[in-house]
Structure formats: C-alpha cells, structure tokens
C-alpha cells in the first residue's frame, strides 16, 4: 500500500457551503499555512463581497481562473477576463467582484505578512449560513454558539452569533456580542447599519449603529 504524498481534487468536488457557490478549497484540501478559497458564478452574482482586510491586516490576491469578472477597488473599475491577476495594495483598500460573464470562478489567496496563517472566522460559521436563508433561525443560532465555544473572541464569529441571537430574541446577548465584534473590528459598524438580522436591537441602550 504507497502512501499518500500529494492531494488532486476538482473544484466541482468541492462544493458550495456558505452565500454563494463557495468552493472550500483550504478546508477541503487541508491547507493551514495559508487561506485558500474560490468563488463561481453566472453574470451579476458577487463573487469577492464588498470589504477590506482592515482589521485583519491580511494581503488579498484574486485571480480570475474561467469567465470574467469585474472587480472594483477602492471605487475604480477593473475589466478582469480569465488569467487577471488582481492585488490591491494594501488591507485598507475596499474591495468587490463580481460575475460578468457565465461560469465566471474566481480564486482568493490571502495570508497576514510576518505571522502565522489562522483560519478567519466566517469559515467556522458557513455552515449556518444557508440556515439563515432558510430562516431556520435556532439552528443557525446553535451552530453559531458552537462556533463561539471553539474560537472565542473572534470577529466574525462574534458578529454571525448577533445576527442568530437577534433573531431568535435574545436582544441582551446579540447586543452584547455585536459591540464585542464591533471593538474587535470597526468595519462592522458599518455593515450592521443596513443588516435587518439587526433589525430588532437597533435601539439598544449598549449599541450606537443607527
């Protein structure tokens, strides 16, 4: 029996767990020295969401793998067919991409310069986010709390068990566990504003994101 020195896989083995057709790629091959991801779809889907690597200080490389996308960075446009290279410069940088023709992937490469890679915490928390679509709002919210038990403290953890708690009322908890991911990461003042996961703690004595 040879062992095993190598791992192959197809990206359509590797399929969709979270918003979007999101292509596990680090987790699925077992990656831990650095982030690996990739994103598919047809013309109009977003494939790269609308954000920096502020708070993370992680430098982000895209590359357009089939189709073609458009990205945007920082507010100007950039035409991306397959074999663009696309590297904003620095972690402040805001960026997005999306589908601009069928069968458009996009692979994200990313690591934070002079430390070790950790996995980010919407990695930990995919698997509530089709639950949530669903508005299967408990469940989501017990995958989240897990979630939060194994990685506390970070961000986006944080945020996502908000959002389930929220919904599911418990107002102190969500409120509390926003303004935590909020100090952890600024960025999400902002996002939470037009989040209606938020809708029901908007006017919470602890919270400022009106």
């Not at 590797?14 to 292509?23: E, F, S």
């Not at 418990?170 to 909020?182: C, N, Q």
Request: charged share 25%; with cysteine; aromatic share 10%.
């Amino acid at each position: 029996m040879s062992e095993e020195r190598y791992s192959v896989a197809r990206l359509d083995e590797m399929p969709g767990k979270g918003r979007g057709n999101w292509a596990q790629v680090r987790a699925h091959l077992g990656i831990e020295a650095f982030g690996v991801n990739a994103w598919s779809g047809d013309p109009g889907d977003s494939l790269i969401n609308d954000h920096n690597e502020e708070g993370s200080g992680q430098q982000e490389l895209y590359f357009v793998v089939s189709g073609r996308a458009t990205f945007t960075v920082d507010g100007e446009e950039i035409d991306a067919p397959a074999g663009t290279f696309v590297y904003p410069d620095d972690p402040t940088r805001q960026r997005t991409a999306v589908a601009a023709e069928p069968g458009t992937t996009v692979l994200a490469l990313g690591g934070t310069p002079g430390e070790a890679y950790r996995a980010l915490g919407w990695e930990w928390t995919s698997e509530a986010f089709p639950l949530f679509g669903e508005e299967r709002y408990e469940e989501a919210y017990a995958v989240l709390a897990q979630a939060e038990r194994d990685h506390p403290d970070m961000p986006g953890v944080l945020y996502n068990l908000a959002c389930a708690e929220a919904r599911v009322g418990k107002t102190d908890e969500a409120a509390e566990h926003l303004a935590r991911a909020i100090e952890l990461y600024p960025g999400f003042t902002k996002i939470a504003r037009d989040d209606p996961d938020f809708d029901s703690i908007r006017d919470h004595p602890s919270l400022s994101i009106t």
